[in-house]
């Protein structure tokens, strides 16, 4: 099992810049991918960005590609989104999602919701002027 705690959420104006992580409890961290998903007021949580459980391969939804970039470190079983040039339609709450990948899957993930095992509670992100 996992334990996922995202924290770096806060208020930040239009074009600013906030770091979230994702902090894994458990083991074989080594063995899931990781994925972002956003849920803003009124809408469904909708995927953000994933990452392989090797790290050699990222995914992006069109509404972040080139503003927002994953990464992991195995080593502090750690998830990374940085995100920049935020704009207003970024406010949600985000939250990391932890999937189980066999070692042959280790270069896979996908950002739709339901393979995703475990959820960490969500760190909201507000920009706004």
């Known amino acids: 099992q996992l334990q996922l705690v995202e924290s770096g959420g806060g208020l930040v104006q239009p074009g600013g810049s906030l770091r979230l992580s994702c902090a894994a409890s458990?083991?074989?961290?080594?063995?899931?991918?990781i994925g972002w998903f956003r849920q803003a007021p009124g809408k469904e949580r909708e995927g953000v960005s994933c990452?392989?459980?090797?790290?050699?391969?990222?995914n992006y939804a069109a509404s972040v590609k080139g503003r927002f970039t994953i990464s992991r470190d195995n080593a502090k079983n750690t998830v990374f989104l940085q995100m920049d040039s935020l704009k207003p339609e970024d406010t949600a709450i985000y939250y990391c999602?932890?999937?189980?990948?066999?070692?042959?899957?280790?270069?896979?993930?996908?950002?739709?919701?339901?393979?995703?095992?475990?959820w960490g509670q969500g760190t909201l992100v507000t920009v706004t002027s």
């Open positions: 990452i392989s459980s090797s790290g050699g391969n990222t």
């Open positions: 458990g083991r074989a961290f080594g063995f899931y991918a």
């Open positions: 999602a932890a999937d189980f990948k066999l070692p042959t899957l280790h270069n896979m993930c996908v950002m739709t919701q339901s393979p995703y095992e475990y």
